[in-house]
């Protein structure tokens, strides 16, 4: 129900004031972006085409496709220190921006938080 409800309901969303040109800058400075979601990655990939932001994204951390237990067990953290850790990153050189209290933890626990 949840996800039925995600799909219908992001197809009206935007982004934040500024996001566009906040990616157009990290990537003309050759900084990696990457999301990382306990959604699907079918539906984020979507979404960000939708929003004209999938040529910033580096990488997509998210669900395979048909995964339905994002509500009951966050993958977000895992997956970012798994990556992290495969691209030799330092937590001093992560900087986290999210909007909910997860993303707060994980920034600090694995870099920084805006």
Excluded: W
């Excluded at 910033?56 to 997956?79: F, M, S």
């Amino acid at each position: 129900m949840i996800q039925l409800n995600y799909k219908k309901l992001s197809d009206f969303t935007r982004t934040r004031s500024g996001v566009k040109e906040l990616l157009l800058g990290l990537s003309k400075q050759k900084i990696q972006t990457v999301i990382f979601s306990n959604h699907n990655l079918p539906d984020i990939s979507r979404q960000a085409k939708r929003l004209g932001i999938e040529k910033y994204i580096g990488e997509i951390l998210a669900n395979p496709e048909g995964q339905r237990d994002h509500v009951h067990r966050r993958h977000k953290a895992e997956k970012l220190h798994e990556f992290c850790v495969a691209h030799n990153f330092k937590p001093k050189n992560i900087l986290c921006i999210g909007d909910t209290v997860e993303e707060t933890q994980i920034g600090k626990h694995h870099g920084q938080f805006l």
